[in-house]
């Protein structure tokens, strides 16, 4: 018998598969809410300080269940865009800048965030092996990338190429294949999420960049030393600042 294809409808409208008899969260319809709030925040429909509307009324307006409204009010907790008062309902704490709706690619905003929170787990570990394994070739390659990055930010340059340049090198340092096979296999995503926070940076002063390029001193810098600790901490501070810096307020 010939497999049947499921279309994307086919595939949304099936939102209670259940694995060994716990249900498996939608990621798409989740998603897709949780972008839809974000728009809503950033285009000043609902206000800093201002109360959301409730459960019901928000789950009807983006035509989507509780429990996957619940899922996308979470994701927006974790982002810091929103708020939960106790008996009161949840609050908008910080509007992003509107630009980030110009360069986030449409439907894309919930799955950079993920990038983010792979990298910080992935690249962590790989600075971490990178400060006990590294030679002097890798760090040559880390102090070009670096220089490079350095350049782009007195030039007021984008410096996407640079970025990934000095995070794949840390993970090729780690000496384990699988640290660049597992960042490869996301690499369409990860460029997609540096092409966003340094688009926005050259929306911001030019200490934006410069902040972010002393959170890559920071990573080179342990890596030298040989300081494996500092070197995992430095590379999730630094990715994971960078997924707080999609939504810097406006």
């Known amino acids: ?60 307006r983006l035509e989507v269940s509780r429990p996957v409204l619940r899922q996308a009010l979470k994701q927006l907790r974790e982002d810091g865009l929103i708020v939960s008062r106790q008996g009161s309902g949840s609050y908008v704490q910080r509007r992003p800048d509107g630009s980030v709706l110009d360069f986030a690619p449409v439907g894309s905003i919930a799955d950079i965030q993920r990038t983010f929170e792979f990298r910080a787990a992935i690249e962590g570990e790989a600075a971490f ?28 340059e984008l410096g996407v190429d640079a970025d990934e340049a000095f995070h794949a090198a840390i993970c090729e340092a780690a000496d384990n294949q699988y640290f660049t096979s597992a960042r490869n296999s996301m690499k369409a995503n990860i460029l ?17 960049l410069e902040l972010v390029q002393g959170e890559h001193l920071a990573i080179l810098k342990a890596i030298k030393a040989s300081d494996a600790e500092a070197a995992r901490l430095a590379m999730r501070v630094h990715v994971e600042n960078a997924r707080k810096r999609v939504f810097d307020g406006a």
């Open 1 to 60: 018998m010939a497999r049947k294809e499921q279309s994307i409808a086919e595939i949304d409208s099936n939102t209670a598969f259940r694995t060994a008899g716990r249900p498996v969260r939608d990621r798409t319809l989740s998603d897709r809410a949780y972008e839809r709030i974000v728009s809503m925040i950033v285009l000043g429909e609902f206000a800093v300080g201002v109360k959301l509307p409730t459960e019901h009324v928000l789950s009807e």
């Open 192 to 208: 997609t999420g540096m092409n966003l926070t340094r688009n926005l940076s050259l929306t911001m002063p030019t200490s934006r």
């Open 129 to 156: 092996l990178a400060a006990n394994r590294r030679t002097d070739r890798d760090l040559q390659k880390l102090q070009t990338a670096y220089d490079e990055l350095d350049r782009c930010v007195q030039a007021n």
